[in-house]
């Protein structure tokens, strides 16, 4: 949520608006009504707190406990080393710091460079790899030239469509017979990679694994990513197709793989084998969890919006970053709210929570562009598609009641102790349940629209 200027505060609130809405409250709030009420999150309430003043020293108690419940499983914007900063500035109630170490976080959080570094040899599947973390398929304007056999040895920068602080890096094969991984990496520049993935269509070859090692020695990570395994598949069951069994074969690639790079001088190799054509299938929802268990905090951010919706897993994961990162802009904004002449609450306009609705959608890739692409997986039309998501029309989403009556709830907190309301604040209530309710809809939706998917291609296959 964007500052802008806070045009009323508690004081002036004029007395005689202050009787209406304490009576609209009354009305609203009585134990008939009351009962219909949707119920609060912790996070809700913990929000609600901090704008009526409530205890600093017992909300800094509570922050980090409500907080770990807030983030997924491989964690939040906000390192631990971060969450005592935070905590400590709120015990003393330093409102101001508590608002600067937010905004810092959610700077580095949004602005956080990712720079993939994809290393191969031609043919292994390189280029189809980054289209695939694009989320681009090969026909589309933009992404990756596939199956074109390299000639060159420079390394060549993909930005990702929708972040453009994500670069995938092309970097040329590591096949030529006197190899030296330490020039190798000189020359590609290696400091600038967050990571490195190292792919092969076979087996991993010495320069392979000279260059993991090198790679280790400087201090980053790599990974090993063995393609086509769709191919191996195929082929093994036509060629025994009574004793054919897929965990078998997968098993056995990766077994070889293993074996061949602890043979040649790889300790306890990571081996992720995938398909290229076919993402939520074998290791590769496995690699990305894994590189973002490894990847710095401010980082994650980053590469959880870049992920493809390949399973409710994901899906989840991106939910809670983002509501992370709507509750922790809400929370700025209540610290700055107590610090005179500051700028603090939006104003509730239309325009721009359009603007926003559309933002989610293309995190989850429900944007106009990737919607038309699933209604022709689907075969079905636009209307079909809307007749089962809730998403796609922003004005029902405005309008639904449950907005209205968590905004109320949280009034009638803030009225209980200061008499009044002003109307930024309520504003800002109904912005801040707004934006949740974006998410979870449009979450919701790329969650049904990817079972759906997948039913129809496995009706397909
Ligand atoms: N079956 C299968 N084919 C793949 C896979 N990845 C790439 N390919 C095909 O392998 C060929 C070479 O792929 P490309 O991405 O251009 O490899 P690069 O030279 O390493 O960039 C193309 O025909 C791709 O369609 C995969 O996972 N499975
Ligand atoms: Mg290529």
């Known amino acids: 949520m964007k500052t802008a200027a806070r045009s009323t505060c508690p004081h002036v609130f004029c007395n005689f608006y202050r009787v209406i809405f304490s009576i609209v409250l009354r009305v609203l709030l009585s134990p008939e009504v009351h009962e219909y009420f949707p119920q609060l999150t912790s996070m809700d309430q913990f929000i609600s707190d901090f704008l009526v003043g409530k205890n600093f020293q017992q909300l800094a108690t509570n922050f980090v406990p409500h907080y770990t419940t807030l983030v997924s499983k491989v964690g939040g914007i906000i390192s631990p080393e971060n969450l005592d900063r935070l905590q400590a500035a709120l015990k003393e109630a330093k409102l101001k710091d508590v608002a600067d170490i937010i905004e810092e976080l959610l700077m580095a959080a949004e602005n956080a460079p990712l720079d993939v570094a994809v290393i191969g040899e031609s043919g292994t599947g390189k280029s189809s790899f980054i289209s695939a973390l694009q989320g681009l398929s090969y026909e589309e304007e933009g992404s990756v030239s596939v199956g074109i056999v390299e000639t060159t040895m420079k390394k060549t920068p993909y930005q990702h469509p929708k972040y453009p602080n994500v670069t995938l890096w092309d970097l040329p094969g590591t096949g030529t017979p006197n190899f030296r991984p330490h020039e190798y990496l000189e020359m590609v520049e290696f400091a600038i990679y967050d990571f490195f993935i190292i792919i092969?269509?076979?087996?991993?070859?010495?320069?392979?694994?000279?260059?993991?090692?090198?790679?280790?020695?400087?201090?980053?990570?790599?990974?090993?990513?063995?393609?086509?395994?769709?191919?191996?598949?195929?082929?093994?069951?036509?060629?025994?197709?009574?004793?054919?069994?897929?965990?078998?074969?997968?098993?056995?690639?990766?077994?070889?793989?293993?074996?061949?790079?602890?043979?040649?001088g790889v300790p306890e190799p990571c081996i992720f084998l995938v398909s290229n054509f076919d993402l939520d299938d074998f290791d590769f929802p496995i690699l990305e969890e894994t590189l973002l268990k490894e990847l710095p905090v401010h980082k994650c951010y980053t590469f959880v919006l870049l992920l493809p919706n390949l399973s409710d897993a994901f899906i989840k994961m991106k939910r809670a970053f983002l509501k992370e990162k709507i509750w922790l802009d809400a929370l700025k904004s209540s610290a700055l709210s107590f610090i005179p002449f500051m700028a603090c609450f939006n104003g509730f306009d239309l325009p721009q929570q359009e603007k926003c609705l559309n933002l989610y959608q293309s995190h989850f890739g429900l944007d106009e562009k990737s919607v038309k692409v699933i209604t022709e997986k689907l075969s079905m039309s636009l209307e079909e598609i809307k007749s089962f998501t809730k998403s796609l029309n922003f004005w029902?989403?405005?309008?639904?009641?449950?907005?209205?009556?968590?905004?109320?709830?949280?009034?009638?907190?803030?009225?209980?102790?200061?008499?009044?309301?002003?109307?930024?604040?309520?504003?800002?209530?109904?912005?801040?349940?707004?934006?949740?309710?974006?998410?979870?809809?449009?979450?919701?939706?790329?969650?049904?629209?990817?079972?759906?998917?997948?039913?129809s291609l496995s009706l397909g296959r």
């Open 200 to 264: 092969s269509s076979s087996w991993f070859s010495l320069n392979d694994a000279l260059l993991a090692k090198n790679i280790k020695e400087i201090g980053k990570k790599f990974y090993f990513v063995r393609t086509k395994v769709d191919n191996d598949l195929y082929n093994e069951e036509k060629s025994k197709p009574t004793s054919f069994k897929r965990e078998r074969v997968l098993q056995r690639i990766r077994d070889n793989c293993l074996a061949n790079l602890s043979h040649i």
């Open 396 to 455: 029902l989403l405005v309008q639904d009641d449950s907005i209205a009556d968590k905004t109320m709830k949280c009034a009638e907190c803030y009225c209980l102790v200061h008499g009044g309301l002003p109307s930024t604040l309520f504003q800002f209530f109904k912005i801040y349940f707004l934006h949740l309710k974006f998410i979870n809809t449009v979450a919701d939706d790329a969650k049904i629209l990817l079972h759906k998917t997948l039913e």
